[in-house]
Structures are given as structure tokens and as C-alpha cells.
């Protein structure tokens, strides 16, 4: 299985909202991320996890809160975003940060954020 | 700085034509790259990866991609495209840290 699932696939939330995107995968990787994409261009990375430990911040503004609980999930909390922010949200794990085989990243499908 | 360049931003090609597509990438050192393809409303899915060994590298749905070290080159190829490979396409290299480097990407339509 060389799933990531994403949840919600949608999300539509105003500027003072609080809401959760959610990241699994049962691959047994120990390196999760999140990337954000706008249209026709490419992902940008946004967090890394690994071992659950956060390893790298991409001067992300702190509207944006990552989380991971266990070695299998990763949360980004949103709150007070805005409307430049809507973008597709992708979530993708890897064996670990290490290069070589097999170390490749696995992408979710993503969550399509509009702030209103 | 490390980067991956793509050089077509847009390509248009009808059925059974080939297809290749330019990346570059600007960094020493070992060397990770990848294709990954993003058909319309759906997720990146990795095509091919190259590490070491082989410079020509097969991988998914008959592409295949082809390392030239002296050319800081890992250009993407298929002989014959079909209407379904209609898609974005990036070129992605790996640093040191396990971050991947994107491409700009190149948009792809092959008219049926």
C-alpha cells in the first residue's frame, strides 16, 4: 500500500475560522510534509517531520500549525487565514530524510482550501 | 544555490508524436532526481527516479528519462504520447537535507 489520504478533499472556511487539515499514511514512513501549490505551478514546502519531530519550518507564518501526533498522522491547524492563502495543500511522507532508493516521497491527493 | 530548471513551460503534441521534455538541475554532490506527473485533478504521482547506476532510467506508463552528467541533464522522453498523458509535469532534485527541488513544471496537451 503506497497510499497518503488526505482529509477533507475540499474546504471552504472565512477569515476567523479554525479548521484542521489531516494527513495518514500506513507505509510505515518516518518522514511527513506539507507543501502548498497554486495552480499550474509547483509544490512549495512548507513543513518536515521526521520522527515526529519537527525538522524543518519553511518560514511558514504562524497562521499555519503543524502537528504530529504519532508516527502514522500530521495535522496542519489553520487559523486567521487569508484569502491569498487558498491553495491546494499536499501532504507527502517517505521513508526518511536520507537519500538513496526507496527514499522517494509519496504524495496525497490534497485538500483545496478557499478562504473567504 | 541548488535549482532545477525546465526549459518548456507549454507544449502541445498530437497523438503518437514524441515526446521529450528538458530539465537541468545545478547542484554537485550526490545526485536524486525525479519526474513526477499531476494529471488534471488529481495527486503528483512519481514516474521515474534515478539514483545511481544506469543513466537510463525506465519507469511508469512507458517514459523514461535518460542522466547526462556532463550536462546537468535528466530529460524526460516518450516515443509515442496519447491523449490520456495530458498533465503537468515536473522535474525534481533532492538536497542534502531530503528536500525536494521543483521545476517550474511543464503543462502538457496532446490533441487526440
Known amino acids: 500500500d503506497t497510499e497518503v489520504t488526505q482529509t477533507p478533499k475540499h474546504l471552504v472556511m472565512g477569515m476567523t475560522n479554525k479548521k484542521s487539515l489531516k494527513c495518514e499514511q500506513h507505509?510505515?514512513?518516518?518522514?511527513m510534509y506539507w507543501y502548498k501549490q497554486k495552480a499550474k505551478k509547483p509544490p512549495e514546502l512548507m513543513f518536515v517531520?521526521?520522527?515526529?519531530?519537527?525538522?524543518i519550518n519553511e518560514s511558514v507564518p504562524s497562521r499555519f500549525s503543524p502537528e504530529c501526533p504519532n508516527s502514522s498522522l500530521l495535522n496542519l491547524h489553520l487559523h486567521a487565514l487569508q484569502p491569498e492563502d487558498s491553495a491546494l495543500y499536499l501532504c507527502?511522507?517517505?521513508?526518511?530524510?536520507?537519500?538513496?532508493?526507496?527514499?522517494?516521497?509519496?504524495f496525497g491527493p490534497g485538500t483545496r482550501l478557499t478562504v473567504t | 544555490a541548488q535549482s532545477v530548471s525546465q526549459h518548456n513551460h507549454h507544449v502541445i503534441l498530437s497523438e503518437a508524436a514524441s515526446l521529450e521534455l528538458g530539465c537541468n538541475y545545478s547542484?554537485?554532490?550526490?545526485?536524486?532526481l525525479f519526474w513526477y506527473v499531476q494529471y488534471p485533478g488529481q495527486h503528483l504521482q512519481l514516474l521515474l527516479k534515478?539514483?545511481?547506476?544506469?543513466?537510463l532510467v525506465k519507469g511508469i506508463k512507458g517514459f523514461e528519462a535518460e542522466f547526462i552528467k556532463s550536462k546537468f541533464s535528466f530529460n524526460l522522453r516518450k516515443p509515442s504520447v496519447q491523449w490520456s498523458d495530458t498533465a503537468e509535469y515536473f522535474c525534481?532534485?533532492?538536497?542534502?537535507?531530503?528536500?525536494?527541488?521543483f521545476g517550474q513544471g511543464t503543462t502538457l496537451q496532446v490533441k487526440p
Open positions: 507505509m510505515g514512513h518516518r518522514a
Open positions: 547542484y554537485g554532490g550526490t545526485v536524486n
Open positions: 517531520y521526521s520522527y515526529e519531530k519537527l525538522s
Open positions: 507527502a511522507s517517505s521513508r526518511g530524510l536520507a537519500g538513496g532508493p526507496h527514499y522517494e516521497q509519496y
Open positions: 534515478y539514483f545511481s547506476g544506469d543513466p
Open positions: 525534481a532534485g533532492r538536497d542534502n537535507t531530503g528536500k525536494l527541488i
